[in-house]
């Protein structure tokens, strides 16, 4: 089982990425895409998500995370950016879009 607090403190000491009660706190001069990006990777990286647990839905019929910048319906992911590992996370989402997003990784990672 995965340490939450663990997990949080990783991505507060290398991103400066918090997350309280309040919610998830980005830091102020990195793009919100930049941040769930350098998240993405930090949780491969630290192996909290493996190559195995893909693909990642992000709804119905999206990925948010996949081995290819596709979805699950064969259509091209909207404003991919490619991680590490030769992965590809979909960045096509505002703010509180990209916050919720992070807070979804972090949960399937400590599950």
């Given amino acids: 089982m995965v340490d939450r607090f663990e997990l949080e403190e990783g991505l507060k000491s290398e991103l400066d990425i918090q997350i309280t009660d ?12 930049e941040c769930l990006a350098n998240v993405a990777n930090f949780l491969f990286k630290n192996d ?12 119905y ?6 081995s290819e910048p596709v979805h ?20 096509n989402f505002n703010n509180e ?13 400590s599950d």
């Fill in 22 to 33: 309040e919610g998830i706190q980005l830091p102020e001069n990195t793009a919100g895409t």
């Fill in 48 to 59: 909290y998500l493996l190559k195995s647990d893909l693909p990642i839905k992000s709804g």
């Fill in 61 to 66: 019929k999206r990925y948010l995370i996949n």
């Fill in 72 to 91: 699950q319906t064969g259509d091209e992911m909207f404003r991919p950016k490619e991680l590490q590992q030769d992965l590809y996370i979909e960045t």
């Fill in 97 to 109: 879009g990209i916050k919720r997003k992070i807070e979804f990784l972090v949960r399937i990672s």
